[in-house]
């Protein structure tokens, strides 16, 4: 029973474009959310989060919307550029089961120039 | 210079061979922690240790050990290697706070193959 889903498994986008991540999760107790970034042979990198005090977050190109009533969070890059192209994963955490991690299945973004 | 390093990064063998995998990190940080990575299924814990005499088992554990050797060292073992572990493994570490603020920092993956 994954608490956390990414409904898309890869998503394809123009460059200059604006790509939309989509993630959904289950568990009402969950009070941070996370997405990283990992390109092929690395680790996943931290790229933005948001608190679920907040609908809210943006950095740069990057912004994190959190809807809690439909227990949704988006990941908005705009403009897409070609270095994007990499997977992405929604993560999870509560503070009631000690901040661990708690991933979705990721989405691999294409940008295509 | 890597903060988080595994070794070794690609390894390939027999069922039923003992193999570990091991992680140091250099962050200085408290808390790491092994994850597995499978396609369609995202990255998820093994093991996980808020510090050196802390050891707690993940969502997957079963077939995995762990030893916590020093703050910077974390080694996964898997004592009789079967098909199914086949999978890139995940080392992480993190801060430990008072927020809800985790993130974490992980290391380049050690791709297993268990043939």
């Known amino acids: 029973d994954q608490q956390v889903k990414q409904n898309s498994p890869s998503l394809s986008v123009q460059e200059g474009r604006i790509s939309i991540l989509n993630c959904d999760y289950t568990?009402?107790?969950?009070?941070?959310f996370l997405w990283y970034k990992k390109y092929p042979a690395e680790g996943p990198t931290f790229l933005i989060s948001?608190?679920?005090?907040?609908d809210k977050n943006e950095d740069g190109r990057f912004t994190v919307f959190l809807n809690k009533s439909a227990k949704h969070l988006s990941l908005h890059i705009v403009p897409s550029q070609p270095g994007d192209s990499a997977v992405y994963f929604c993560?999870?955490?509560?503070?009631?089961?000690?901040?661990?991690?708690?991933f979705g299945a990721g989405t691999i973004l294409r940008v295509k120039s | 210079d890597a903060d988080v390093t595994q070794t070794p990064r690609n390894r390939i063998t027999k069922t039923g061979k003992r193999i570990m995998l091991e992680c140091s990190q250099t962050?200085?940080?408290?808390?790491m922690y092994w994850y597995r990575q499978d396609p369609g299924l995202g990255l998820r814990l093994i093991y996980y240790?808020?510090?050196?005499?802390?050891?707690n088992k993940g969502e997957i554990s079963d077939g995995y050990s762990v030893s916590r050797q020093a703050q910077a060292k974390f080694s996964l073992s898997l004592e009789s290697a079967i098909p199914n572990q086949t999978a890139l493994y995940f080392c992480?570490?993190?801060?430990?706070?008072?927020?809800?603020?985790?993130?974490?920092?992980f290391g380049p993956g050690t791709r297993l193959t268990v043939l």
């Open positions: 992480a570490t993190s801060e430990q706070g008072p927020s809800s603020y985790n993130e974490q920092f």
């Open positions: 568990n009402s107790m969950f009070d941070y």
């Open positions: 948001i608190s679920s005090i907040k």
């Open positions: 993560a999870a955490s509560a503070r009631v089961y000690g901040n661990k991690l708690v």
């Open positions: 962050k200085g940080h408290d808390r």
């Open positions: 240790s808020f510090d050196v005499k802390d050891i």
